[in-house]
């Protein structure tokens, strides 16, 4: 069963190859990115990237859509944004009598949240029901969204004047998040010669919306063993009763993961099996992972940020002890 699994894996993954290597055409290093972006969209999830500006989230996921011939819509979250100006609006017509549905840019596949924590409280919460409920209601209407439905937002960790932080619950909603460094010097290198030379290649789609609804449904059948189930939720656990597990770091969290981190990471863990080809999943997958799905899990004590002491820290610590199976 593993080895029919496997092979129908590297059948498959072979169109998600070309979609990684066409992306590559417009994006110079970032494969961390690419890859959980890819992860996200297997797993049927959503991605929350924090990082600096100019480090081409926007030109990635603007790549991803191109490369899989589907819709994309880039949103600028801002102070003055409403609801209305994100999921539609309802419109009088004078000439009908009635009232006509104008849909807003939130009706697409691919959508960029950029700096989302730069828009009220409201508007976050508009998003992320329609990210969690894949529908939307505008009046006494209600509209499903399309499929893939792929949510990557940003938000910067410097500027912090003027914004609206997302609330622990509202962060829960995005299966993975990612931490976005600055490009090596041959990549920087790279990327300045491919602006300046206006050598930046063109993506063009190599896949269609219906490869990834099928490559989703084999990521689903991916075998995972019943011991690694239980790493999992042991992983989890010890989030949240770290004594149980030999750990003296009560005092760092204040609360652990949630069940969704349990669902996530076996979701996650089958999508990042599946990119490496294989048709089971390894406690190297979920070790692999396993930091996207935790870090905006869990939250800190005042002791552990005095400390300097970081969720990526707490996990790192939790991996190294959890006995593997």
């Known amino acids: 069963m593993i080895e029919e ?16 290597a066409e ?22 999830g959503h991605v929350l990237v924090e990082g600096v500006p100019g480090l081409a989230k926007t030109t ?26 994100l999921i539609g609006t309802q419109i009088y017509m004078p000439k009908a009598g009635g009232f006509t549905v104008k849909k807003g840019p ?11 924590n730069r828009a009220p409280a409201k508007v976050q919460s508009a998003l992320l029901e329609a990210m969690q409920e894949r529908q939307v209601t505008i009046g006494e209407n209600t509209f499903k969204l399309g499929d893939p439905f792929l949510v990557m937002a940003t938000q910067n960790p410097i500027e912090q004047e003027g914004t609206y932080p997302l609330p622990e619950a509202q962060v829960d909603r995005f299966m993975l998040k990612l931490k976005i460094t600055y490009p090596n010097k041959a990549e920087e290198k790279d990327i300045m010669l491919k602006i300046a030379n206006r050598n930046n290649g063109k993506v063009c789609p190599v896949i269609f919306p219906e490869d990834i609804i099928s490559a ?21 656990f010890a989030t949240r009763e770290p004594e149980l ?42 070790k692999s992972i396993g930091a996207d799905i935790l870090r905006h899990r869990i939250l800190l004590t005042y002791e552990a940020e005095a400390e300097d002491t970081t969720s990526d820290d707490i996990i790192s610590l939790i991996f190294d002890t959890v006995e593997v199976p």
């Open 106 to 116: 939130i009706f697409s596949n691919i959508i960029l949240a950029d700096e989302i």
């Open 60 to 85: 990635t996921v603007k790549a991803l859509a191109d490369a899989i011939s589907t819709g994309f819509r880039r949103i600028q979250f801002t102070p003055d944004l409403l609801p209305a100006d």
């Open 245 to 286: 597990y030999g750990l003296d770091i009560k005092n760092m969290i204040s609360y652990g993961a949630s069940p969704r981190a349990t669902i996530y990471l076996n979701q996650a863990a089958k999508a990042y099996a599946f990119l490496q080809g294989r048709g089971y999943v390894t406690p190297q997958d979920i």
């Open 216 to 236: 989703r449904e084999l990521v689903r059948k991916i075998y995972i063993d019943d011991k690694l189930n239980d790493y999992i939720v042991n992983i989890v």
């Open 5 to 20: 699994l496997t092979k129908q894996v590297e059948e498959k993954s072979k169109s998600i190859n070309l979609l990684m």
């Open 23 to 44: 992306m590559q055409k417009a994006i110079v290093g970032q494969e961390y990115m690419l890859e959980r972006l890819i992860v996200g969209l297997l797993a049927d």
